[in-house]
């Protein structure tokens, strides 16, 4: 399925938990008003509700907020206002529970205004988190632990399969299998891959590994040699076929004592990988860099020059 199908996708199911209605300017309205609007039933006109009537949305897969793009919103909010409005439920008291709109929602405060627009739905909890889920996946991608523990919570808490799970957010049953796996791996190599040092390739090749302690031994070796998902896949295989893995080295091996012991200096002195191909005194020397420090130092090591 293509990105922009994804997207349709997405959208019909947005719109199968909310029907579209044309929505009127917004009402400004006083605090009794807000009560009985709570106890009402929705309507798709938004309202200009206090903020501080508004609670955090429990059901939220988000964990990390960019600090950055959330004041470049603020400031921007301050300036021409809310320009779509969030979506809550109403609760008791005559509070509201936001579904959707938190990043709204946070930086409005940030920006110290006293009311949002907002749209106001009943929902029950499943309604709610589905709609949480399918408007975080249309408006900003999740890191990938993220998506995880969202689905995680949607098996758990509301029994779906993944079938289901996939029809509800447009995503195929196979790309929910890989996010949820993702819950597999170690406490630690799951903050590597929230923190994004590890993509999802990174985690979805370590978890061939199966043991906490292969994956956690590989993890570390992946990051201080800044792998590549495809050399991160050729190191799993080889950790999984450790006799295969010493043949393919032995066969790379010099033969000549010498050229080997030539090898092992230049290994040593850069401090990177280093093959020699020799044939009767003549050959070529490979040496390879993972990123572009090493090879900026290297360059400096060959030449005595400063890269610009």
């Not at 400031?75 to 709204?104: D, F, H």
């Not at 758990?156 to 195929?172: H, V």
């Amino acid at each position: 399925m293509s990105t922009s199908d994804k997207r349709r996708a997405l959208g019909k199911g947005l719109e199968a938990l909310l029907p579209h209605r044309a929505a009127p300017q917004p009402i400004q309205i006083n605090a009794a008003a807000e009560t009985a609007a709570a106890n009402a039933p929705s309507t798709g006109a938004p309202l200009e509700l206090a903020v501080d009537l508004i609670d955090r949305n429990p059901f939220q897969t988000r964990s990390q907020f960019d600090e950055a793009a959330l004041q470049e919103l603020a400031t921007s909010i301050a300036a021409t206002g809310v320009v779509q409005p969030i979506l809550v439920r109403p609760i008791a008291g005559g509070r509201y529970q936001l579904i959707a709109g938190e990043r709204r929602l946070m930086a409005s405060r940030k920006a110290g205004k006293p009311t949002i627009p907002a749209v106001v739905r009943q929902a029950s909890d499943e309604q709610a988190m589905e709609m949480t889920i399918i408007e975080n996946l249309q408006r900003a991608d999740l890191n990938p632990m993220e998506q995880a523990r969202a689905f995680d919570r949607l098996g758990r808490e509301f029994q779906m399969t993944q079938e289901q799970m996939a029809k509800r957010t447009g995503k195929d049953r196979a790309s929910v299998a890989n996010f949820l796996r993702l819950l597999r791996l170690p406490t630690e190599i799951q903050g590597k891959v929230e923190a994004g040092e590890l993509s999802f390739g990174h985690a979805r090749t370590l978890l061939a590994l199966e043991s906490p302690e292969s994956i956690l031994k590989a993890a570390q070796k992946v990051l201080a040699l800044s792998m590549s998902v495809r050399q991160t896949e050729s190191f799993v295989q080889n950790m999984l076929n450790p006799e295969k893995a010493e043949k393919k080295e032995k066969s790379k091996e010099p033969v000549d004592p010498n050229v080997r012991e030539a090898r092992d200096q230049m290994q040593r002195a850069l401090g990177l990988k280093v093959a020699i191909e020799d044939k009767g005194g003549k050959g070529k020397v490979i040496i390879e860099y993972t990123n572009l420090e090493a090879f900026d130092s290297l360059m400096e090591r060959i030449t005595g020059a400063t890269p610009a």
